[in-house]
């Protein structure tokens, strides 16, 4: 481990910085709109420490002040999270090689670190990115978290702030490197088409697994050139 | 909202976690099925900027988020550092907002 933190740098450092400060003003208003729908204040802190899983924790909280049951929060969650399969398969071995590595490291596998790492070429670096902004973003989610849990209603909107802009253009950002490739640009491109045309019938999260579809034209390339 | 669902929902995303990574070891995969898989990663980030952007919900998310989103988009094609790329997309977005538009 003592090798990830050497390889790190100045500029990987305040990119995970921008990220972990969105991160933080979404955490506080996760907080503060859990405890507004009535859950007691460790609630959402549990919740954020167990799941580290943003969407899946706004959605679960949301079907449950609109009316619904737990139940029915945990699946609309779990289906939400299904990504995060794909997700390990794809960048599984930046986490390093051992247990230890992989059972805290596996915790650490949400949209963010993802798109770090694919965006480093390095295998090393690659590791480095992963796990800084793995750290660096539990840190910020949670203590924010507890802080809108405590503070509660002070703090607004974050749509106000544009924050939901910020965190599309950050993984386009992290993403922009790799759509070099007509391959990947292909699929990424057809896998959003499908995305964005099953999002009016299908219930969230299910539209973005369904994206996986556009792998077919990356595949039809790599045939074509054979 | 209740323990145990939190309790379930934390297990189920977890276990979601740890079995790409596992599996990964687990399988021998050619050499395209792997390059594939790391083609994967980046259409579900892909994906997920198209629908975080342009939809709320299961409707349109209103012109202001997309537009900031794509500001954010050039900057980051020109290369802008990717703090600014960040910066720039919320602001245009809240501007927008601002100044009335949804």
Redesign the interface.
Known sequence: MRSTWRTQDPKLLRDVGAVAAGAAVNGASFGAISVAAGLPWWMPVVMSLLVFAGGSQFMAVGVVAGGGSPAAAVLAGLVLNARHLPFGLAVGDVLGRGLLARVVGSHLLIDETVAFAIAERDPARARAAYWSCGVALFAAWNVAVVAGALVGQAIGDPGAFGLDAAFPAALLALTLPALKDRRTRDAALLGSAIALAATPFLPPGVPVLLALGGLVAALRRTEART | ??????????A???A??????????RLRLPD?AGE????????????????????K???FAGW??PI??LV??VA??RKAP??L???????????L??AGLP
């Open positions: 909202m209740t323990l145990t669902a939190v309790l379930v929902l934390a189920g995303t977890y979601f976690r740890l079995a790409g990574p596992l599996l990964r070891d395209r594939l898989m790391s083609t994967s990663a980046t259409v579900l980030l892909v994906a997920l900027v198209a629908t975080a952007s342009l939809t919900g299961q409707g202001a988020l900031g989103v954010g988009g980051a094609w990717f703090v790329v960040v910066v720039l997309a919320a602001a245009t977005t809240a501007a907002r601002f």
